[in-house]
């Protein structure tokens, strides 16, 4: 008889011994790790950081508030103290004087958001007499915020620059000299969008930046037209965002001049929001209204 080597016991194969043993985790390198936690925790830290609903303590808030280079700390504080307004915290008007100087910000981001703030609190004749200034800023949607604002103080002397806002806007020429470059009728640009070049006499190229949200339209300088400063180079289609506050504004204060423009926007404008068309509705209903008391008065 052949002995095949079996006594009662059997052992592995060496393969089977091999595939049966605990294997060894392997270790991640750390700086796959650090990277990791790079990729999650920087964006969150820069979210957070900018995040304006973070609240912010009073030191922060002085330190945010006299930083101009960092136009988002800026707008971060004043976004709080226009919610603390909201809140009916007296404690707020610790930073008015403040909010007082960045209305004369050289920064139009800061102007614009102050304007807004500002008409937060209509019980501050300071905040008033602010928004009157702002009324006659350089920069179109400054002077726009400050007009909307100014509603809630019942005054209407933003009423003009509230009509000019359901009216295309004009951008014209800084200098003399031939356009180089320009953009197309049809083109849906932001605020501070290069629009065109200007060569002037001495050679030197000048940009014509959109001060405004909007859809460019008639666009009167073409590439090589030769232009004067003061010469309309396009015009920008009013923004829904900007025609529906004015449209809200002038609700209250709209009088019969205004009537043409609202109605036109009440019977539906292409591009246009739907509530634009409802608030269109509302505002030359109630201005209608004010025309037939005031008729009615001055026949008694």
Same mark, same amino acid.
């Given at each position: 008889?052949? @002995?095949?080597?079996?006594?009662?016991?059997?052992q592995?194969?060496?393969?089977?011994? #091999?595939?049966?043993?605990p294997?060894?985790?392997?270790?991640?390198?750390?700086?796959f790790?650090?990277?990791a $936690?790079?990729?999650?925790?920087?964006?969150?830290l820069? %979210?957070?950081?900018?995040?304006?609903?973070?609240?912010? #303590?009073d030191?922060?808030?002085?330190?945010?508030l006299?930083?101009?280079k960092?136009?988002?700390h /800026?707008?971060?504080?004043?976004?709080?103290?226009?919610?603390?307004i909201?809140?009916?915290?007296q404690?707020?008007?610790? %930073?008015?004087?403040q909010?007082?100087?960045l209305?004369?910000?050289?920064?139009? +981001?800061i102007?614009k958001?102050?304007?807004w703030?500002?008409?937060?609190? =209509?019980?501050s004749e +300071?905040?008033?007499a602010?928004?009157?200034?702002l009324?006659?800023?350089?920069?179109?949607? /400054? &002077?726009r915020?400050?007009?909307?604002?100014l /509603?809630?103080? &019942?005054?209407?002397s933003?009423r003009?620059?509230? &009509?000019a806002?359901?009216?295309?806007y004009t951008?014209?020429?800084?200098? +003399?000299?031939?356009v180089?470059?320009?953009l197309?009728?049809? $083109?849906e640009?932001r605020?501070?969008?290069?629009?065109?070049?200007?060569t =002037?006499?001495?050679?030197?190229?000048?940009?014509? &930046?959109s001060?405004?949200?909007?859809?460019?339209?008639?666009?009167?300088?073409?590439?090589?037209?030769k232009?004067g400063?003061? @010469?309309?180079v396009?015009?920008i289609?009013?923004?829904?965002?900007? /025609?529906?506050?004015?449209l809200?504004?002038?609700?209250?204060?709209g009088?019969?001049e205004e009537?043409?423009?609202?109605e036109?926007?009440a019977q539906g404008?292409e591009g246009?929001?739907?509530r634009v068309?409802?608030?269109?509705?509302?505002?030359?209903?109630?201005?209608?209204?004010?025309?037939?008391?005031?008729?009615?008065?001055?026949?008694?």
């Amino acid at each position: 008889m052949t @002995d095949n080597g079996s006594n009662g016991s059997s052992q592995p194969a060496p393969e089977a011994a #091999s595939a049966s043993a605990p294997q060894k985790r392997r270790r991640t390198p750390l700086p796959f790790i650090i990277l990791a $936690v790079i990729f999650v925790v920087v964006p969150f830290l820069t %979210w957070y950081l900018t995040w304006f609903g973070r609240p912010l #303590s009073d030191a922060s808030m002085e330190s945010y508030l006299k930083d101009e280079k960092n136009v988002r700390h /800026v707008q971060q504080a004043l976004n709080q103290i226009a919610e603390r307004i909201e809140a009916g915290d007296q404690k707020v008007k610790r %930073w008015y004087p403040q909010v007082l100087v960045l209305a004369n910000s050289n920064t139009v +981001e800061i102007r614009k958001t102050v304007a807004w703030v500002m008409g937060q609190d =209509n019980t501050s004749e +300071e905040f008033h007499a602010a928004l009157l200034k702002l009324l006659a800023d350089q920069h179109p949607a /400054v &002077r726009r915020n400050a007009a909307v604002q100014l /509603v809630r103080f &019942r005054d209407a002397s933003g009423r003009a620059e509230l &009509r000019a806002t359901l009216r295309p806007y004009t951008v014209t020429s800084p200098v +003399e000299g031939t356009v180089s470059s320009v953009l197309t009728e049809g $083109v849906e640009v932001r605020e501070n969008a290069l629009l065109a070049r200007i060569t =002037n006499n001495q050679n030197q190229l000048q940009e014509v &930046r959109s001060p405004l949200h909007g859809k460019l339209i008639n666009v009167a300088a073409r590439e090589g037209t030769k232009v004067g400063a003061g @010469d309309p180079v396009l015009e920008i289609a009013p923004d829904g965002d900007f /025609v529906y506050e004015a449209l809200r504004g002038l609700f209250f204060i709209g009088e019969a001049e205004e009537l043409p423009d609202v109605e036109r926007y009440a019977q539906g404008v292409e591009g246009m929001p739907e509530r634009v068309q409802r608030q269109a509705a509302e505002t030359a209903k109630a201005i209608r209204s004010r025309s037939e008391q005031k008729s009615s008065e001055v026949k008694q």
